[in-house]
Structure formats: structure tokens, C-alpha cells
């Protein structure tokens, strides 16, 4: 075999893998989007408290409460986490700020998000977020009415009430 | 087909050193560009000279693959084309996104609506928060688009290169265009497809 041949070769195998890459790319792509699945709400019973939220006084307003997925492997959701709690901590009427722990296969026993949570932390031990929801961006907002209604979800780094103001 | 005449050969090196010359060219050209970008950049773990150096390399190697790719597809239709050719001229089509990044990530005091004619709506804030579908496609502005000529040209010149008597020009550019099309349309679906695999329902209502 000459060298031109097996620089040949070389680029039909990389035609083939390119080829073989997009179809399998495809595929599961269009496997993801006909899959149904649930729009999210906020219920407390499917998840672990590991910090509770705070109890409101009964003659105050409902509030929203705005729920972070936060990983404890990615500083960059729980850095937006904090900038989210300073930028509402100067409200008349902040919300409840909640973190979601996601993708924590074990309980987590010792953990420091940075910053106090009004909606408290919470861990999905059964993915719900994942595998229920369908979510896959660490960092994402979900704002939700005060009766568990999702109002909105956000990218990190953008205020949920204020989409088209970046942090 | 006939053979070239006697000649070509000598001809096709000297084309060869051309062609290497313009991409080292532009290689420059994008080093410098990446070297500022990541300057001005916020923190990053990588210094401006580590991280334009991987921008670089990263961009030659897709350069690379898409030759590679190219002279596939051309033999998989009986049609021969030298990678030596295809890859330097592929390169210098590159600087027309050179020239795009530096609009984007410089912020020269260019009309927005300027920039995102000549860079695509990727030079405007919000497509950041897009879809993936739009993401994908944010690219597609003027640079781009001229890109896609030059890419166009340089297969329909590597065509040429091989077959004596050339063929009519009016077949090889129709066919180039379709390749580079192709290829263009098959990456973005792959770059959509990725990004929205990636984020799943996220931010969706």
C-alpha cells in the first residue's frame, strides 16, 4: 500500500466516522424530542429538605419562590445563585430563593452554597429535574408562583422577573 | 481522462507554495485576533498566548477534517482532488471568520447594525439566551456567507487542478457549492442538534 493510499484510506474513514456521527446525532436528537415530559411545578413532597425555608408571617403577601439547579460540582451555578440573592436581597418583596441540589446520586451532608436561602435547599434524590422535567442546564431558574406554578425558566446569569437585564 | 501537459507539475508546486504562503498568512492573522480576544477577556485559567495557540491549532485541525472530508466526498464521486491543495485554500477562506470574531469580541465602534449584518446575529447580547436552533445559525451574516464563496472557489479550483482539459467552469462551481452547502448545513445541524441534546427542555416554558 503507498502513502497516497492510505492517506486515501485515512480520509474515507474520516467521511465515514463524520457521516456515522451526524446520523447517530440525529437520532437521538429526534429520540429526546418526541419523549414527553412533565411541566415542572414546585412540590415540596418530591424532594429532600436539607435546609428548610423560612415560614412567612400569614399577613404578608404569598411570595414567588425562584428555584436554582444548582450541581455541587459547578461553581459557576452556584456563583449565579449568589449574585441572584444579592440582587433580590434589596427588594421590598423578595422572593424565596431555593436551591435544587441535582445530580447528587448520595445525600449531601456537608455543603456551603454561600449565601442564606429564604425558599431553602433541597435535594432531587430521584432526578426529577432530570428525568421527570427533562432538564439539563445547571444554573437554571425557575420561577414559581406562590401555589407552585411555573411562571418561568431562565439561563444563569439572567434575573427570571427581568429576563432582558443580564446579572 | 488525458493527462496534464508537461509543465503542470512544476506549476501545481509553485501553486502549492502560494497557496501555503496566504495561509500562514492568515494564521497570523488569527493568532493575533485570538491573542486580543483572550486579553481582554475576563479571567481565564489559560494565559492569552496558551489560549490563541489552542484557538489556532483547534481551527487548523477543523481545517484539517474538512479538506480530509472534501477529498472523500470528491473521490467517493470519481472526481480527484489533492488535500495539499484544498487544505491551505480552505484556511485563507477562514479569514473572512477571522475578521468576524475580531468585530464581535473587539467592540469597535461599528453601528450594531453593521455588525450583525457583516457577523450574524451573534454579535447582538441576546443570542446568548436563544434557542439552540438559533444559536446554531447565529453565525450567518455577510463574512459568513462570503466565506462559503471562497470555500466554493477553492474546491471548484482543486477540481480543475486534476483533469485535463479542465472542465466548464459554470459544472465544477455548481458542484463545489453544493459540497460546501453541504457541509455547511450538516455541521450546523450537528451543532443544533448537540446544543439542544445538551440542554434538554431547559428554559423551555
Known sequence: ?167 | MNAPPSGAAGRAVHTDLRAWAFAVCVATMWFEILWRTARDAPASSLSPVLAAAVGLVTQLAFTALEASLGVATWASFGRQVRWNALAPALFTASVTEAFAVSLIAEQPAWPQAWRVVLAGPRALPEVAAAGPFAQAFAGLGALTLLRLVLATHAHASALSERAWPSPPAAPRWRAAALLVLGFYWSSRLAIWWGLDLFRGRSFEP
Open chain 1, 1 to 167: 500500500m503507498t502513502t497516497r493510499d492510505r492517506w486515501k484510506d485515512l480520509n474515507l474513514a474520516a467521511l465515514l466516522l463524520a457521516v456515522g456521527v451526524l446520523a447517530t446525532t440525529g437520532i437521538a436528537w429526534w429520540r429526546d424530542r418526541v419523549q414527553r415530559f412533565e411541566s415542572p411545578r414546585w412540590d415540596t413532597e418530591r424532594f429532600v429538605a436539607l435546609r428548610p425555608a423560612e415560614r412567612e408571617a400569614p399577613a404578608k403577601p404569598p411570595r414567588e419562590r425562584w428555584v436554582v439547579a444548582v450541581s455541587l460540582a459547578c461553581p459557576h451555578c452556584q456563583e449565579h445563585l449568589r449574585a441572584l440573592a444579592a440582587r433580590t436581597a434589596s427588594r421590598e418583596h423578595p422572593p424565596a430563593l431555593a436551591a435544587l441540589i441535582v445530580d447528587q446520586p448520595a445525600r449531601p451532608l456537608a455543603f456551603d452554597l454561600g449565601v442564606p436561602l429564604l425558599g431553602g435547599a433541597w435535594w432531587d434524590s430521584t432526578q426529577v429535574w432530570r428525568e421527570s422535567w427533562g432538564r439539563r442546564a445547571y444554573g437554571e431558574t425557575f420561577r414559581f408562583s406562590a401555589s407552585g406554578e411555573l411562571l418561568s425558566s431562565t439561563p444563569a446569569g439572567v434575573v427570571p422577573d427581568s429576563a432582558s437585564i443580564p446579572m
